[in-house]
């Protein structure tokens, strides 16, 4: 692998050379000053982003474990909580949740298809006794290129007035509107791989006052992941453990160059991303994976009828040094997936476009 590869996986994504810069600079101390200073810009900036004056905090870990933080912090075993899957990472919160003995009670949709709202509401609505604990979603579904409807689920649970609402926002968050406080979503995990544009080995959770009071009833065992150690070392500006100093530096960079675009713009970047990637792939006469009325901002899936799909990312990857992702689970071999999330440009798609088409013409 060289510099010139282009990386169009759903994650992680390219890194701007002004954070790449940031990674390379000599460590400073998390007990500093210096990193106090940055921490601090760091932090306001993650409100920032996230739409919120909730606290955001950060994570020495990847996705999967703000994922784990997300659960552990908030709920009891034997909890009642309903889980949205519609691909691999909504299975993730239902196996997350198993491992914890919450009570799983699944919401399904075949994988390329959104979840239902309806389904959410039917449930919370014949919940009187107010047992469901939770409704865990994932936004962006990563394996199928699918968008869950949020919004809609949200309102729903707003109308059950008990149940948190916990959302893994990995693909969607810096890629597509979610105003946190606006909506009043309790706890979103989102990890530095993504619409981030830096590398892996951050996650975050946004945390509302109503997750806070939960937790202070909360009943499984944490330790390092306890949030609440986040929040005390947060408000001092450092953090509880050692974190990856450099990577906090760089994503100092890159929060500074998304305030400068503006959220409107970041979201009208991945929306042109998308359009311009599906119109191109449907010009090529490739089946999309996800209709386009649930398509995600962040990732495209295609299901070539015909076609190998292993055989069409060696080629890209060995003739165009452009990487793709291919499918996951049941889905490996059936479908690919092109990622148009955080740093990747319209260069870069058009340079895909044109490549893939070569391979195809074959
Ligand atoms: N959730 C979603 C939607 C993802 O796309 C990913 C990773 O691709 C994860 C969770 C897990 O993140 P990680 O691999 O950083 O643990």
Redesign the pocket.
């Known amino acids: 692998m060289d510099d010139k590869q282009i990386l169009m996986i759903?994650?992680p994504t390219p890194v701007p050379e002004q954070a790449l810069l940031a990674l390379a600079k000599q460590p400073i101390g998390h007990r500093s000053s210096e990193f106090g200073c940055i921490f601090e810009e760091v932090l306001q900036n993650l409100q920032w982003l996230h739409q919120t004056q909730n606290d955001v905090l950060m994570l020495t870990a990847?996705?999967?474990?703000a994922?784990e933080a997300g659960i552990i912090n908030f709920l009891s075993p034997g909890d009642r909580v309903l889980v949205g899957c519609n691909g691999k990472?909504g299975d993730?919160w239902a196996d997350l949740a198993t491992t914890y003995n919450l009570n799983v009670e699944k919401i399904t949709a075949d994988w390329g298809k959104p979840l239902d709202p309806e389904q959410f509401r039917e449930k919370l609505e014949a919940d009187t006794e107010k047992q469901i604990k939770a409704v865990i979603v994932?936004h962006?579904?990563?394996s199928t290129g699918v968008i869950n409807d949020l919004e809609t689920i949200n309102r729903h649970v707003k109308t059950h007035g008990e149940a948190l609402i916990i959302v893994?926002a990995?693909?969607s968050l810096g890629t597509v509107n979610i105003p946190v406080d606006e909506w009043g979503i309790d706890v979103v995990v989102s990890?530095s791989?993504k619409g981030y544009m830096i590398p892996?080995g951050l996650g975050f959770v946004s945390v509302s006052e109503k997750a806070w009071e939960a937790y202070k009833t909360a009943k499984m065992p944490r330790f390092y992941l306890d949030l609440d150690k986040y929040r005390q070392f947060q408000a001092k500006n450092t953090t509880p453990f050692t974190p990856p100093i450099n990577l906090m530096m760089a994503l100092q960079v890159s929060l500074q160059m998304m305030k400068k675009e503006g959220l409107a713009n970041i979201f009208a970047r991945h929306q042109r991303l998308m359009n311009a990637t599906r119109a191109a792939l449907k010009q090529l006469n490739l089946p999309l994976f996800a209709p386009d009325n649930v398509a995600s901002p962040a990732i495209t899936a295609v299901a070539p009828v015909q076609a190998d799909t292993e055989q069409i990312l060696k080629i890209m990857k060995n003739r165009y040094d452009i990487a793709l992702a291919g499918g996951q689970d049941h889905l490996k071999g059936k479908i690919f997936r092109i990622g148009h999330l955080g740093f990747v440009t319209d260069r870069d798609i058009l340079t895909a476009i044109g490549s893939l088409e070569a391979t195809l013409i074959e």
């Not at 990847?62 to 474990?65: K, L, Q, V």
């Open positions: 759903p994650g990847s996705g999967t474990g994922m990472f993730r994932t962006s579904e990563t893994d990995v693909t990890a791989q892996p």
